[in-house]
């Protein structure tokens, strides 16, 4: 799906389209699951499904100092355990878990209105 925005010109990496396999940001296509705040791009973010992700990887996304993260769990919402994000609500920081086709939307939102946002996003597959 692309993506159109709203205000162009606004600082921060904006998710331009998504779709199955393919997350696209400003032209540059990302063919695996990565981490995107305002001011980074984290590439081929290590858990490729749902199933693969564990607390390192929830460390490595605090790590980018976020005030709210989106978790996109790939095609479908899917929650994640309680003990896997108590890193992220330990250090009071807000979360919130959707399918990554939501959070691409969502994280474009937040960016739009300055947050320092971090999009996890596993990729969407078949």
């Known amino acids: 799906m692309k993506i159109e925005l709203d205000s162009p010109g ?23 699951s990565l981490l995107v705040s305002p001011d980074s791009i984290v590439p ?30 790939g095609k479908t919402l899917t929650f994640p355990d309680e003990k896997l994000m108590r890193p992220i609500a330990e250090r009071y920081i807000g979360f919130e878990i959707m399918d990554t086709g939501a959070a691409c939307r969502s994280y474009n939102f937040l960016v ?15």
């Open 10 to 32: 606004k600082a921060g990496n904006r998710i331009d389209a998504y779709t199955v396999g393919q997350i696209t940001i400003a032209n540059q296509v990302y063919q695996s």
């Open 44 to 73: 081929e973010w290590a858990p490729q499904s749902f199933a693969e992700l564990t607390t390192p990887h929830i460390e490595q996304i605090i790590t980018l100092a976020p005030e709210i993260v989106i978790l996109g769990t």
């Open 112 to 126: 739009s209105e300055g947050r320092q946002v971090v999009a996890a996003l596993i990729m969407i597959t078949k």
